[in-house]
């Protein structure tokens, strides 16, 4: 059965500090990988794709990575606005459906 | 612009009563999904619409049916509501179908979301 393992579930760092955030996926062939953003009471951002191990984007102070069995989104120096929930999907290949795991929530202290 | 609308942005329904959630979107896209959305579970997907005309099961379709009217409305709709379905439902719409084109065009493949609609079902 397709899997997708988010963690931590929630974690706390003071602005500055780096940090990442762990997506550890079981599918049986992966078609592709996918990390969002949400705030609370809004609907997701779509942030990255990424389709083969050794893969990594950036944008602004966010690079994702991405394994052969898992996918870390690296945070560099947060400040008080990157405080939101990240979610990670991944898509089987031959497959559309899209699995999500179920979030770690991310504060950054100013 | 107004990007993914969604309507109603809450309701409330007793068991058993049926409504249909609307979603548009003004980006040409081709390709829109509908979502649920539940405390400890994680966004789920419910259906999805590759292109105008076709329309697919996701992992949790049971309980829902949906219509792609154009190629900017898709809509989702609650024959006979129950308590399981108390959920916030997300619509997205994105230019080609998430994972398509194998990394290829991954740009055409963001997905854009709607701001959600609340449902109580009692």
């Known amino acids: 059965e397709d899997q997708v393992t988010q963690s931590p579930e929630a974690l706390r760092l003071q602005e500055g500090e780096s940090s990442s955030l762990n997506c550890s996926y079981t599918?049986?062939?992966?078609?592709?990988l996918f990390w969002y953003r949400q705030d609370p009471g809004k609907g997701p951002e779509f942030l990255f794709t990424l389709y083969s191990a050794g893969e990594e984007k950036e944008k602004e102070r966010l690079k994702a990575t991405l394994t052969k069995k898992e996918s870390f989104l690296h945070i560099t120096a947060p400040k008080p606005e990157d405080s939101a929930t990240y979610l990670c999907?991944?898509?089987?290949?031959?497959?559309?459906?899209?699995?999500f795991g179920k979030g770690t929530r991310l504060h950054i202290l100013p | 612009n107004a990007g993914v609308t969604q309507t109603p942005k809450f309701q409330v329904l007793k068991t058993g009563q049926s409504m249909t959630l609307q979603c548009a979107q003004d980006?040409?896209?081709?390709?829109m999904y509908w979502y649920r959305q539940d405390p400890g579970m994680g966004l789920r997907l419910i259906y999805y619409s590759a292109s105008e005309g076709t329309t697919d099961k996701g992992e949790v379709p049971n309980g829902y049916n949906v219509s792609r009217l154009n190629k900017r409305e898709f809509s989702l709709r609650l024959e006979s509501a129950a308590p399981s379905q108390t959920s916030v439902y997300f619509c997205?719409?994105?230019?080609?179908?998430?994972?398509?084109?194998?990394?290829?065009?991954?740009?055409?493949?963001?997905?854009?979301f709607g701001p959600g609609t609340r449902l109580l079902v009692l």
């Open positions: 599918v049986s062939g992966l078609r592709g």
């Open positions: 999907a991944v898509q089987a290949v031959g497959d559309d459906k899209i699995i």
């Open positions: 997205a719409s994105s230019e080609i179908l998430l994972g398509s084109s194998a990394g290829g065009f991954p740009s055409k493949e963001t997905q854009y």
């Open positions: 980006m040409n896209h081709n390709s």
